[in-house]
């Protein structure tokens, strides 16, 4: 059964750094992952897409990276403002093409 | 953009009635599906819906639940005797053909009393 985990579950950065968010997976067999972002409350946000054949999807400021054969993704935030301010959830597409999702990560970024 | 919506934004039911929560996809999607997130936990995948019938559905979605596509354009999860624990939000999404990403509704936080 596949199983996604999301570290750490809570970061909190001064406004400007660099971050990294990640994400693993237990089956290396998917068909592509994607990153969201669920602002308090409300819906889902898909931040990046990245195919099973691919090894990152970049936008703005996002840079996703997927190496399968770990089972594992990373979310690169450059320059971290406060409206980034949000959680962060990693969700992989099985077989059945079903998203399984982790927990998500809560990002405060400081100003 | 097109936006998948959903209504209503919230409800409130008491233990026991029937509850039909609505979502319009995105108007030229094929593929609809209906996730719940519990306050503090996971989004979890509830069914899935192709072609006017179930794809694959999950444990969670027992009898108590049903979808239906009643003309061209909604797509409902119908709850039909609600329990406490049916308390949470739930997102409707729509997707295209191959590997597209899904695109979710704003959801429908539900409170059982």
């Known amino acids: 059964k596949q199983e996604v985990t999301q570290i750490p579950a809570a970061l909190s950065v001064p406004e400007g750094e660099n971050l990294v968010l990640n994400c693993s997976f237990t089956d290396s067999a998917i068909y592509n992952l994607q990153w969201f972002r669920q602002d308090p409350g409300k819906g889902l946000t898909s931040l990046l897409l990245i195919q099973s054949s691919q090894r990152e999807q970049t936008s703005g400021r996002l840079n996703a990276s997927l190496d399968k054969s770990s089972g594992r993704s990373t979310l690169y935030i450059a320059a971290s403002q406060p409206g980034d301010s949000a959680t962060y959830l990693c969700a992989v597409v099985d077989s059945n093409y079903q998203l399984i999702w982790g927990a998500g990560t809560k990002l405060i970024i400081k100003p | 953009e097109p936006e998948v919506t959903q209504t209503p934004s919230h409800q409130v039911t008491q233990m026991g009635q029937e509850v039909i929560l609505r979502c319009v996809p995105i108007?030229?999607?094929?593929?609809f599906y209906w996730y719940r997130q519990i306050l503090g936990q996971k989004v979890e995948f509830l069914v899935s819906?192709?072609?006017?019938?179930?794809?694959?559905k999950s444990e969670i979605f027992d009898d108590q639940f049903s979808v239906e596509r009643p003309d061209g354009s909604n797509f409902t999860l119908k709850i039909r005797s609600t329990k406490l624990e049916d308390s949470a939000m739930y997102f409707c999404?729509?997707?295209?053909?191959?590997?597209?990403?899904?695109?979710f509704g704003p959801g429908t936080r539900l409170l059982v009393l």
């Open positions: 819906f192709y072609n006017n019938e179930i794809s694959e």
């Open positions: 108007s030229n999607h094929l593929y």
């Open positions: 999404a729509s997707r295209s053909t191959g590997r597209e990403t899904q695109y």
